[in-house]
């Protein structure tokens, strides 16, 4: 196990709904990254969080947003769910300095119906 | 802009049988490359990378991985494949060492491996 934890594990929400996925990172990691996982698909990067500030974005929308703590520990908000919102959402974390490697969370399941 | 292929979807091999799963890669400059395995109902664990050095990396549980600069290739091998090894693998790039670079994933191979 990686010591990254995430949750919910599972969770279920309508369209148009909004959504708050959480991630604790392994310690001492400063750096926390988030992926969306589509079904059959590789994980495609939404962005990254260092020392609480936005740090690099993927090709997603503005109304996936997100928050790191000063523990490192790191918050994804989706709002106005789509039913293509849903996926597996990992989270990562690393070490700023020793950024080659990411350590992954098990992942939220996240259905939008 | 960098890009990660890997051709197969799935890879089907015999317990003890050496496996090879493959991935090419596109990146304007120096590829930083990963491997990266997925069991079902879990997270990625990380199984190796090529930064600079030794075209062979050895990684976990008894892969490795030779980086063809000539064939932008980044092909994964284990000599002798195990039924635990059975899993989806996923191959990576990016182009900077930069935390802040991000990473590209390829869509995924499924290892399959028959007792």
């Known amino acids: 196990e990686t010591g990254v934890t995430q949750s919910p594990t599972h969770l279920i929400k309508t369209r148009g709904q909004q959504v708050t996925l959480r991630c604790s990172s392994q310690?001492?990691?400063?750096?926390v990254s988030w992926y969306q996982q589509a079904l059959g698909q590789g994980p495609q990067f939404i962005f990254q969080y260092y020392r609480e500030e936005e740090n690099g974005r993927g090709n997603f929308p503005p109304r996936f947003s997100g928050l790191q703590f000063p523990n490192y520990s790191s918050e994804l908000n989706v709002n106005a769910l789509e039913l293509d919102d849903s996926a597996l959402y990992l989270c990562a974390s690393s070490l700023e300095t020793v950024a080659y490697e990411q350590y992954f969370g098990p992942g939220t399941r996240l259905t939008v119906t | 802009a960098q890009s990660v292929a890997q051709p197969e979807d799935q890879v089907n091999v015999a317990e003890g049988n050496p496996l090879t799963v493959k991935c090419t890669y596109s990146?304007?400059?120096?590829?930083?490359l990963f491997w990266y395995v997925q069991y079902p109902n879990r997270g990625l664990q990380f199984l190796l990378k090529?930064?600079?050095?030794?075209?062979l990396v050895k990684g976990s549980y008894g892969f490795e991985a030779e980086f063809n600069k000539s064939q932008t290739s980044f092909h994964l091998k284990k000599p002798s494949a195990l039924v635990s090894d059975s899993a989806l693998y996923f191959c990576a790039v990016r182009d900077s060492p930069s935390s802040a670079s991000k990473i590209i994933f390829g869509s995924g191979t499924r290892l399959s491996i028959r007792p």
């Open positions: 090529y930064i600079t050095g030794d075209n």
């Open positions: 310690s001492g990691h400063n750096t």
């Open positions: 990146v304007s400059g120096n590829p930083y």
